[in-house]
C-alpha cells in the first residue's frame, strides 16, 4: 500500500519559515518526479513544486517562486518544501505528491498538512 505522510505544518506569523517534510513508503520514487501542491481554504488544489528524480530539475508554482525551495532525499524517499518569506495567502492545506506528471497532477496523494499564516 502506497502512503506518502506528510508533516511539518503549524501556525507561524507572516514573515516566518516553515520546513515542510513527505515520507513515501510502498514504493520506491527516486526515479520520479515527487512534489507539492496546496489547497488553499476555500479554493481549489493548485500547483506549488516539482523536483526530478535527480533532483536536478526543479519547477515552482508562480505564488511561491523565490520563496519556496523543494528538495528531496532518495535514500529516505522523502521530499521536503522549505517555505520562507510566508504571506498569509499561503494558507492552505498543503499535499505531497508522486509520481509528478505534467501538466501537473500525481497518482498518489498524502492526506495534507494544514500551514497557517497569520498577519
Known amino acids: 500500500q502506497v502512503q506518502l505522510v506528510e508533516s511539518g505544518g503549524g501556525l507561524v506569523q507572516a514573515g516566518d519559515s516553515l520546513r515542510l517534510s513527505c515520507a513515501a513508503s510502498?514504493?520506491?520514487?527516486?526515479?520520479?518526479?515527487m512534489g507539492w501542491f496546496r489547497q488553499p481554504p476555500g479554493k481549489e488544489r493548485e500547483f506549488v513544486a516539482a523536483?526530478?528524480?535527480?533532483?536536478?530539475?526543479?519547477y515552482y508554482g508562480d505564488s511561491v517562486k523565490g520563496r519556496f525551495t523543494i528538495s528531496r532525499d532518495n535514500s529516505k524517499n522523502a521530499v521536503y518544501l522549505q517555505m520562507n518569506s510566508l504571506k498569509p495567502d499561503d494558507t492552505a492545506v498543503y499535499f505531497c505528491?508522486?509520481?509528478?506528471?505534467?501538466?501537473?497532477?500525481?497518482?498518489?496523494w498524502g492526506k495534507g498538512t494544514l500551514v497557517t499564516v497569520s498577519s
Open positions: 523536483i526530478s528524480w535527480s533532483g536536478g530539475h526543479t
Open positions: 510502498g514504493r520506491n520514487f527516486s526515479s520520479y518526479f
Open positions: 505528491a508522486a509520481p509528478i506528471g505534467f501538466p501537473p497532477t500525481a497518482d498518489y
